[in-house]
């Protein structure tokens, strides 16, 4: 079945650095992929969505400086955390729709620990 | 009021019982329904998914939807420890407009 992969699992990193979470669709293009943030026992709260070849359409809250959205290509979107700070720390989860399905699959989870 | 509802609290069945999960919404225009089960720090994973209203099975996994009611369900069947994980409601509009509202999630555990 479709699948999506997201990279790394884990980070933990010092503050004030910048980290990077890959998130690539396998076997399917996706023109849209969507970018969530999850809290210990809370459910998805989506903070953007990267769109193919154009700018990522954040949230009201998100910080597009913060949360840098890059859509690279059909297979391909990155997060970057810049200038990351305790606050940061969270569970991030990417997700793609399906082509010509309106059902999203997700990828594993990224573990964000900031120092 | 909330897109979608669903009571997030804990459920604890013992191995082999039914699970019986329900979400209700409020925006008429959704039409795709999905269930999705997130196993602890792991990203969600699709277990069902319906269009329109009506009844889905997948082995052990039923999926209802009564858009009349404005109302969907997931029941598991023989339940196993391994069910035990979080299940999340998701609904969309309309093709084309791919994003979802959740529902909180339910916790599920499953005790042998």
């Known amino acids: 079945g479709a699948v999506v992969s997201q990279h790394p699992s884990r980070v933990i990193c010092k503050s004030g650095t910048s980290v990077k979470i890959e998130c690539r669709s396998l076997?399917?293009?996706?023109?849209?992929m969507f970018w969530y943030r999850q809290f210990p026992k809370q459910s998805l709260m989506l903070m953007a969505t990267s769109n193919e070849g154009s700018k990522a359409t954040y949230e009201q809250g998100v910080e597009k400086d913060k949360f840098l959205i890059n859509h690279a290509s059909l297979t391909l979107s990155t997060l970057t955390v810049t200038s990351a700070h305790p606050e940061d720390s969270s569970f991030y989860i990417c997700s793609a729709p399906l082509t010509g399905k309106n059902i999203q699959y997700f990828g594993a989870g990224t573990r964000l620990s900031v120092l | 009021q909330k897109e979608v509802e669903q009571d997030p609290g804990p459920l604890s069945v013992p191995e082999g019982a039914i699970v019986s999960l329900n979400c209700t919404y409020s925006?008429?225009?959704?039409?795709?329904f999905m269930w999705y089960r997130q196993y602890s720090r792991k990203g969600p994973e699709l277990l069902m998914y319906?269009?329109?209203?009506g009844n889905k099975e997948d082995g052990r996994f039923t999926a209802q939807v009564d858009k009349s009611s404005k109302y969907i369900s997931l029941f598991i069947r023989d339940s196993q420890p391994s069910d035990s994980a979080t299940y999340l409601c998701a609904m969309s509009a309309y093709y084309g407009n791919n994003r979802l509202a959740f529902g909180k999630g339910n916790q599920v555990v499953v005790i042998p």
């Open positions: 076997d399917f293009q996706a023109t849209t």
């Open positions: 319906t269009y329109s209203s």
């Open positions: 925006n008429s225009a959704f039409q795709y």
